[in-house]
Structure formats: C-alpha cells, structure tokens
C-alpha cells in the first residue's frame, strides 16, 4: 500500500506522465495560480507606499508565510515520491539524484530565502522572484510538450554554430569599443564619457543591438566614420543567429510530421520520443 | 421575391462570394472610401486649431450624422439578409448568431459612438477610430482572400510555438526587471527613476524591443553589465518569434502550390477549403 | 552604313546584351565613375565653407557643366540608337516610346535641373543627385543580373502578401496613435508633445520601427501600459515582411538552380528568361 | 631527422590536421589563454586609476614582454615549419608564400605594435588588441570547422545578392540623407545640426539601423513626414541581407547532410572536402 499511494502521489505530481485530465489538473492549477500571485506580491512589495500600513504588511507576510509552507509540503512529497521513476530507484541516491535534477532545484531556491531570512537572516528575499521559474512545469504539460521540444531542440541541434556566431559578436564588440574609444577619448566633450575602453564596451553593446539610449554617442567625425561602418556590420552579425534560428525551426518542423506523439502499449503513459533516442 | 430581394441584397452586400464585378464593386468602394474619410476626419478632429470656425463645426458634426446614417442603413440590410446563408437560417436566432459574430459586431461598435452620445450622453467618441476596423471587409475580395488566409494560418497552426515565446518573452521581463530594480535603486540618480520593480518593467520592455528611448537606463557598473547580457539575450529570444513566422510561411506557401482556390460545382460559388476541414 | 552605326553604337551602350568586354567596358566604367564624382560633388557642395573661395566655385560650375555636356551627349546617342531593338523600331513613336521607359526617364532628370536653371532659373539643382539612380545601370551586368532578377521576383511574386502586412502596420499605426493620444494629451507635460493623433503618429512610426529617439515618449501609467503591449506587437508585426522576404528569396533561390543563363543559338546574344515568360 | 623534428613541429602546432588531442591540445589550450589575458590586459590599460603604482605599471610592461617572447618563438617556429606542407614547400618561396597568408599576417600583426616602439619609437600599442584576431585559429580545430565552413560557405555562395542589398543600402543612406536635409537645414534649431548632406549621413544610418541616439531628429513637418516613410521603407531594405543570410543557411543545412567530413584514404589526415572542390 506504499507503493501504491507513493505512485498515486507520484501520479498526483506528475500528470504529463499518467495523462489524467480531473483531480491532477486542479492541483496543477492552484500551485500555478499560487506562483503568479507569489511574484505579483514581491513585484508590488517594491513599490513605494503600497504597504505601508501595518495591516498590509501583515497581509504580504501571511501571504508569503501560508505559501512557502504550501510550497514546502508540495517539495517534500515530490522528494519523496520521485524515486517511483526508474532514474531514481534507489531510497537515498535516487532521491539525492533527484534533489539535484534542475526541476528540483529550482523548487529548492523557490522556498529557500525565507528559510535563510528565517534562520540565518540572509536577506535574498528579491530571490524569491525566482518562484518564477517553477512556471516551467506548466510547459511539461501535453499541449505544450512538443512545443517545448520544438524550441529545445532548435537550440540543442544548432548549437555550435550559434556559439560561433556568439563568439564573432563578442569580437565586434571588442574591436568596435577599442576602435571608438581611440578616436573619442581625447575630444573635449566625450573625454568624460569613453573613458576606457571597458567603458566604451557599454556604448558597443547598447548600440549593436540598435536599442540606442543616446548617453553615449561618438562627436569626432573619424569617430562617426567608424561608427557608421561598425552598425552597418552589426546588422549583419546580428542577422546570424536569426538565420540560424529561423532554418532550425524549419528543419524542426519537417522532422515533427514524421513522428507524432505516441502511447507505450504496454503500460498506456506517453511516451517522449526524443528521450528514447540517441541524441 | 421577399425572398429574391433578400438573396441580392445579400449578394451586393457580400460580393466575395457572388463573384459579380460590377455594382457590388461600386457600392463597396464606396463605403470603403467613405471609412476612409471618417478616420482621417476623427484624426484632424484632435488638431488644435483646426476647426474652431463654426462653419468647419459644422461641416464635421454634418458628416459623421451622413455617415452614421448610412452605416446603419447598411448595417440594418445585413442584419436582415444576414440568414439567406445557412449558418443563419433562423429568422430571429440565425440573426442574433450573425449579430455576434466578429464582423457583425465591428459593424456595430462602428455605429454606436454617435447613438451613446446622441441618447445617453456618454462621449466615447474617439472609439469612432475603430470604423478603421471595417477595412477588414476590403480582405474579403477575392483577389486579397488567399493572403489573408496565409498570414491568418501562420498563426493558427504555430500559435503553440508562439504563445510559448510571448511566455518565454514575459519570463526575461519580470526577470531582467527585478535584476536591474535590484542594481539601480541604491544609485543617487536613478533611485528616482527605477523606483519599482513595476516601475523598471517599462525599462525593460523598452530595452528589449531595442527602442531605447534614453529616460531611463543604468549607471551602476553591476548594472550596466547585467544590462549588456539582457540587451543580447533579448536579441536572440526575440529571434524566436521571427524565426516561428518565418518557417510557417515557409509551410504555408509550399501548401499553397497543392490547393488552389475552387468554385462548388453545383451553385458556383467560391468556396473556402480552409472552412470546410477539420483543423 | 547608317543602320551599321546605329548597331555598333546600340551595342557600345549597351554591353549586357552583345556581352561584350573591352571597348565598351571602358565607356561603362567611365559613365559610372563620373555620375559617382558627380553626386560626391552634390553632397560636397552642401557643405559650409568647402568652396567658398571663387577658384572652388569656378571648379564645381565647370565640372558640372562638363558632366551634363557628357550625359547629354550620352542621351541623345541613346534615343536615336533605341530603334535598333524590336520593341522600339518605329522611328518617332519607338522613340518616344523609349523615351517614356524607366531607365530614359532617369537619364533625363539626370540632366533636366541644369536646363531648367539655365533656361528657365528655376533652382532645383538639388535633384542632381538623383543622377545616383543612373547606378541601376551597372545592374544590368551580367554579373549582377541575375541577383537582380532574384531580388525583384520576390517582391514581384509575393506582392499581395507585403501590400496586406504593410496595411496592417498602417491600422497599427493609427490604432496605437489614437490610443496613446487619448492617455497622453492631459498629461502637464506631454500634452504640449502629444498635441493631436496626427503627431501623436510621428511617436508611433518612431516606436513601432524601434528606433526611439527619445523626443516623445509616454508618461502616464495607463500610457506606458499600452504603449508596451503596442511594442511587444510592434515587434511581431514588424516580422511579417521580414518573413515573407526570406521565405520569399528560399523560393527564388530554387528556381534558380533549374533555369541556368543562356545564349540564344541564333544570334548569340544572352537571352533573359523572365522577360520571354508569362509574368 | 631534420625533418622529422619539422613534421613534430608541424603537427603540434596544426592540430587539426594530425588529429591529435593530448599534447598539441594543452599547447593551443595554453597559448589561446595567453592571449584572452592579453586583450584584458590591453582592455584594463585603458582604465584611468587602474595601473597607477610603479609596480602595477612594471606588472603590464613584463606581462607584455613576456607574450611577446612566446609569441615570437611561436611564430620563428611556425614559419619554419610552414614548408612541410605541400603549398609552401619551397625553402625561401614557400616560407614567403606563408608569411603573407592571413593567418601568419595576423599573428606578425599581434607581435609588431612591441618591435615598433621599442626599435622605432612608434606607439601603436593599441594595435596590440588585434591579438584577438588570432582567436581564428580556435576556430580550426576540428569541433569548429564544419560550423565555421557553413558560416564562411553561406556568406561566399550568396556574396552578390548581399553585395547588391549593400549597394542598396548606401543608395538609401544617400538619398535620404539629401531629402531630410533639404527639408531641415533652414529649421530654427536644426539648421545647426543638418548642416550638410555628409553630415546628415550621420543620421541616415543612426536611423536606418534603427538605433536612434536622439542627437538629431526631424522637427518640420516635411521632414518628419518623409523620415516617417524612410524608416518604414528602411526596415524592409534592412530585412533583405537578413533574408539572404537566413535563406542561405538552410541550403547550407541541407548540403551538409549529403557531405560527411572524410579522412584522406592514404595519410589518415582530415580532408575538408570544399577546399578540393571548385567554387
């Protein structure tokens, strides 16, 4: 009987894998709605004047308190049910083995900072923000398994060549910020503002990606020249892993109408296609 | 011939269907143009000095009465020509289905500003702007309906990978938000911009669809650095949409070359393949 | 003999076609490079206290002359060689039919603002930099012909598709301008910014494009709230003709590979495919 | 043995042709970590307040001194190992023939800024930053090559097309350039900003690019309403190399499915296969 109510935890936990649709999605739903209402709280928590009455800040510490308990009882179950899975089989490696894996580890940093405000006094409540993440779990539900995938694998696949292209813009920015601070360095005006070129690393990288604030801006008129040509080449650079995303996601597409979704036979649970192939 | 008047009524009114060309064309040109001038006219209505003279008062109140005028003749024809298709064959529910369908209602938020203001008094008259939404009946001509219906599959078929983005997108806001709230808010000049975590919402946002108006941006190195690493990242995962719409087309112009457009072989009338699938 | 000339001065001017390489180069090249020093000039001439000295105005007078004493020459040889080809046998209407084409029409606003100066004394000497567009020339090389067909069919195959994204960023633009309009123009600030929808629309052309100059931008909250979500469209809306391009060039990129450039067997002149098609 | 120790030679310093991992990987591991630190060091020379104290300065200049003496071996010993392969196998013709190969240029280039100034007295130290441009050689080993060949294959296959886009290009900058500053160089306050067409190039790309500083911007009417229309037709100017690059890469995808990477049937050695092919 403890196996069948630690694979009905399990189950409970976990319905990608059981594929029920009643009581599971209910659970689901409330600690996804729980974790919005989390990060809208410490969101508001910032904003100056909105709690400043007792009687609110007593709301926002309740709020907060009621939810790392919900969260903690959730963590712990799930620890303690993980090692139905084959990967985590044994008692206490399985369950350390799981306890490591990044979902559980982002459960973990979910409750921590009120643990460590509570006990120590660390003050990393801004890392409650990271409560956030757990909102990947809503993308292992079905409907939006293969779409994970899709985006997954696009970088999976593609990967060195986008490192490539990562290394040649870290490059343009270099050249670029060594290039604009010799010519800007020594004008009376921009003197106060490019002056190092690590310094100047802060105007390549506003200005590559065209955000463009206007803080920063070459005067000399070598410096413009030169300025020119570099966002002129950075459109270019920062083409590349568009392209290289984009032809991804088509290869992807193509490979997805060959292999739909399919249930194991035996057992009826669905079965990930990508994880039962070398990769 | 109630029933013949209401068949070509229903024609004129729905020439996309009928295929006719010559006095549907002429009275839909007509409206087309007649929304035209509307939205210029509700535009120039908000320049100062504009219209001050009586005279010109006049002339605009004169215009949108002539204008709401015809509309809701024209609305009231389609109402009541409406269940001539079989969607709608009930004289009073078939009519009522076809008032709440989207272009129905359109046709009537176009109408409404005028009464709400003529009856009740409620001036919600810059909502006369949405009589621009009745272009969308131009998209309707056969010439235009193959490319909307492109660009409207692009979206349907990928609206998975699109809304798993638009989430993706909405991760890095509140996550790059909280980081610079956190770097920025000590700083003697920027603690009165970056006040809030809400507050920095609107820094990101700008920054990461690269606009950079320059009100806000970060002075503290630790920020400046992070700011760099969101400023790139944000390149790439705004890459993901592109890239998604990019490859759909792709898969919806090769599926184009395989379906042209075809007439019913017993009435002659054009039909929408899309409508009649299963999708 | 007459008809002997005409032939060889038709082929002096236009090398692409009798693919010829030694004499008519030359003339190529020099035509090129003196509309190039002619629009450098143009642009030099703007700038203050470049040629004030009367020698450097001297020089700038003469070198315009000697340009449009070239050009004109050049047209004139043109228009009276363009019979040679079919399409323009007739002596006087083949003539003026060629003179009515693209290509002679740029020739002739090439030279028109002297003459108009001269003659009439009407000073739109700044339109001699529209002599740049007599660069499409160097287009028209074999070299570069077929990357200029490619570049012009997909514009030419999908033009129903661009003409409807560019329509919907036009509702854009004037939907978002009515709307921030309506949020900004009571602000004490921006209402002396955001002063009608009309220029309210020059803040949307600058947000939607991501440019962001800084010089308008949203202060109210209800503002900033609709003006991210306008961005965060914008965006995607914006990857609509980036979309259609690329996929546009993959369908082009194709083609390509079947109909390889050829010679006509009869007369040896290169034929190009796409004009002996349907289109 | 004199060329068994120049084949040694040879191979730990091309690795990627030998194919070994263990010794040549520690040495190249070795000399690409001396050069990231150079480029720091360069990078923190510039910092004002960095390298103050006497000991700091004596830090830099025997950091300095000693990677030029490694650099300099490295380099005495590649070139007179270059002739072991077939190209360069004349003693004095082949050895020439390498020096002036791009990358015996670069690495020359990293150690001349030290020899100038100390031998000549000419500070281009700032020079010594293109030591970066000897990160290519990463790009060499074998993990890197393929996705290297697809970037440089992408950018060589498709050079017209994106020559013709750049051609484009400028023909906007220039045009724009001249409309906007006849629209803007008799405005009140922008008449000392568009002081000349050259000077207005400045804005063309700031905005073309989309970066948008905020140092110059339209203020009449005019020329608002045309710079409107030239960042709309900008961005699709500007989606055209993207397009090509995006197109591009997937021919490439789609040809290194058929080529695997081969080893030479003789010699064992990694023959990269479009090098032996004509292009």
Redesign the interface.
Known sequence: MYHKTKEKVHGLLHPEIVGNKNWDKVINVFIIVLIILN?IA???E???G?HDEPHEKKFFRYFDLVSVIIFTVEYVLRVWSSNHELKYRHSIKGRLKYMVSPGALIDLIAILPFYLHAIIGLDLR?LR?LR?MR?FR??RLT??M???H??IN?FKTRK??L???L?L?I?LI??S??AI??AE?DHPVNQYKF?????T??WS???L???????M?PMTTFG?SMA?VI??T???F??????????????E?RKNKKHPNTKCPHCGKIIDLDDSHDH
């Not at 002056?195 to 310094?199: F, L, Q």
């Open positions: 990060v410490v969101m508001m910032t904003v100056p909105f801004i923000i956030l909102f809503l993308f409907a939006y293969k779409s994970t899709v985006i696009v060195n060549e490192l490539l292209s290394i813009v490059f270099i050249l910020s060594s601070y010799f360095h002056t190092s070129i690590p310094a690393i802060w990288v506003v200005t990606t065209t955000t463009g604030y206007g803080d801006y413009k020119g966002m002129l950075g459109v270019a920062f083409a590349l892993p568009a392209g290289i995303i984009t032809a991804g996601f088509l290869e597409f």
